[in-house]
């Protein structure tokens, strides 16, 4: 099959200038001095291995023989059966290590070996971009430490286990509220110190300029192929994209190929924990307000006096309380649509796929299943069974079946999910309607 | 308000170098930490760095963090922050707050330096904020007449040491040392050529930070800087006393006399 290149850095209206601002105002570089030299000598590596076809090719060789993509295009009759409209699923979850991140940190490994430093340092929150980052500094002989909040190390034993086999040193981080944005703090005192010899691959398409652009480059083959494999296989343009947002590395890596597609509606779901007016959930554009952190001005889940504000969702991979800034500038100029799904409407859809499928999604993706439902539905009922949405499945569920065996009662005899399909489709579907379109 | 350039002048005329004490606000309450500030001019500082706790302190090392952090679980607001200025300022020193940005922006840039100037607070020390990202700071700054103090680091290329020199007011900051704040066995051989170098750049006066606890250390930085900023080791003087004020405001003036001597051994 022939895609299109995965890698190209963007100059459109929707890509931020030089100094890193989206539409002037999202993201930036809000950083110490100390650091500023590293930037500037990392954007200016980054743009020039953008620019060189020796780099883009060796890059997307490994991404071919060692990633193993593109990933597939897949069509999934039951769950277009069931809400009239065709919906694909981008297979980012049969990536190597089973997950889109693996894009990115074999990006930035490729540019640390260009750039002659032997060390990584990763930030991590549920482990997924810890494990992957271990995995490419294995592949590439490079030293890699992972910062990963204390309370996360507990909740993702296995994970540290991946990393620590993988030859990585994994540091828990006790500091703060001890999760995701603390780790952030923790790679960036280790950054500060060590910067010389070491890079940081951020694990998201946030933080300081040029992180956000770089990592979307790394990740934009997501939407390039998707895009390419939906003409190739239907004849044409999807009329909806979909995927979760957290940081929000995945949604950008699908979003940024159909852009300037302005028939193609742009979806973003964010983790709404236990609802959104619990104050317990991590719907960072949908709820909270304009302000900088680490390092970018975007949405962040704040108080009155800018502390951040610790946010919650079932899947630790979107409980970050910030967002990548294109993100928030996607959002405010209204192309593309930022929407919360609730823990309780993601593992519903977790455990709908997995019946309907045969897949089991992470329940980061769960969520752009569950918000996807819902456009697909209403594409359906607008333009028919053809409508056709495609939904990034970002990453496979192995990591979350303790959460899952927690959530559903399972591992006993007789256990499991509500053991009438039909209910749980109901239930997904009435959920659908009623929550998922705040 | 008192810019923190007259404290430079003072300093200069008794030829010595400056010593500029940080605490946080709030820690271990805010009228404690208006107490043990008083208490480090009392005893020998020229200026006070009041710190505005905030969640996410990149540049922090754990001494700092841990008091920032009983600050906040104390329920410390940037309104108190205000009223810890007008606390210290009262003194007479200039008086500065250092901050991460999103406190700043989140309170109102305009608001902020009007509250400050307002307060009797000398400006601003921003270690997350450079001036080409600063525009609104600077605006607000030069609006209200306070001190834009920006940081430098042994990374800075000579371009940009040369535009931080230029756009700083009251002294530049010298973080000397390639790491976050934290006091120090040894004193780095990267100050002084890092102080040498933003001598060249301007006539503003420049202190370092460096991890500086002793006198002995405060000397040798005395030797090559205008001023000598102390943070965690006068931070630790209260969290080693926490429960017993009386013993931590002794800690802190024994430490801000030795320190105070230190500067004045250089010369």
Known sequence: ?438 | MTSTSTAFARARSEGRAALIGYLPAGYPSVEGSIRAMRTMVEAGCDAIEIGLPYSDPVMDGPTIQAAAQAALDGGVRTADVMRVVEGVAETGVPTLVMTYWNPVERYGVERFATDLAGAGGAGLITPDITPDHGSAWIAAADEHDLDKVFLVAPSSTDARIAMTARESRGFVYAAAVMGVTGAREATSDLAGPLVGRVRAAGDVPVAVGIGVSNGDQAAEVAAFADGVIVGSAFVRCLLDHEGDEAAGLEALRSLTADLAEGVRRAG
């Open chain 1, 1 to 438: 099959m022939s895609v299109q290149s995965s890698v190209t850095s963007g100059t459109g209206r929707y890509d931020a200038d030089e100094r890193g601002y989206f539409g002037d105002t999202w993201g930036g570089r809000f950083m110490p001095e100390a650091l500023v030299a590293a930037l500037d000598e990392l954007t200016e590596a980054w743009q020039d291995a953008m620019a060189d076809a020796a780099f883009v090719a060796d890059f997307e060789r490994v991404l071919r023989e060692y990633a193993g993509t593109p990933s597939r295009l897949y069509h999934a009759e039951r769950l277009s059966e069931l809400v009239g409209a065709r919906v694909l699923l981008k297979r980012e979850d049969l990536n190597h290590t089973g997950a889109h991140k693996i894009r990115n940190v074999l990006g930035q490994a490729l540019l640390t070996k260009r750039m002659g430093k032997s060390r990584v340092i990763a930030e991590t929150g549920a482990g997924q971009h810890g494990v992957a980052s271990a995995t490419a500094a294995a592949w590439f002989d490079l030293d890699c430490t992972v910062y990963m909040g204390a309370v996360d190390t507990r909740r993702q034993a296995l994970n540290v286990a991946r990393m620590q086999l993988l030859g990585a040193k994994v540091v828990p981080v006790e500091s703060g509220s001890a999760t995701l944005k603390d780790a952030i703090n923790e790679a960036l005192r280790d950054w500060v110190a060590s910067v010389d010899h070491t890079a940081y691959l951020f694990g998201t398409a946030a933080g300081p300029h040029p992180f956000p652009s770089m990592v979307r480059d790394f990740c934009r083959g997501i939407g390039d192929e998707a895009r390419a494999q939906c003409l190739e296989q239907y004849g044409v343009l999807p009329d909806a994209v979909a995927a979760c947002v957290g940081g929000g590395s995945n949604a950008i890596g699908l979003f940024t190929a159909f852009l300037e597609d302005e028939g193609v509606e742009i979806h973003g779901f964010e983790p709404g924990g236990d609802g959104v007016e619990t104050g317990r959930h991590a719907a960072t554009i949908h709820a909270g307000e304009a302000g900088v952190l680490h390092g970018a001005r975007t949405y962040v889940l704040q108080d009155e006096d800018g502390q951040t504000i610790e946010s919650h969702s079932i899947s630790a991979g979107l409980d970050y309380p910030g967002v990548g800034p294109q993100h928030s500038w996607l959002a405010a100029a209204g192309r593309a649509t930022y929407t919360p799904v609730t823990d309780a409407q993601a593992m519903d859809a977790m455990a709908l796929l997995s019946r309907t499928e045969g897949i089991i999604p992470a329940i980061e993706s769960a969520h752009a299943v569950a918000g996807a439902l819902d456009v697909a539905k209403r594409l359906g009922e607008e333009k028919g069974p053809d409508a056709t949405v495609i939904i990034n499945l970002s990453g496979r569920g192995d990591k979350d079946m303790g959460t899952a065996i927690e959530w559903f009662g399972l591992g006993d005899a007789d256990s499991g999910p509500d053991a009438d399909l039909e209910q749980v489709e109901a239930d997904v579907a009435s959920e659908v309607d009623t929550e998922a379109q705040q």
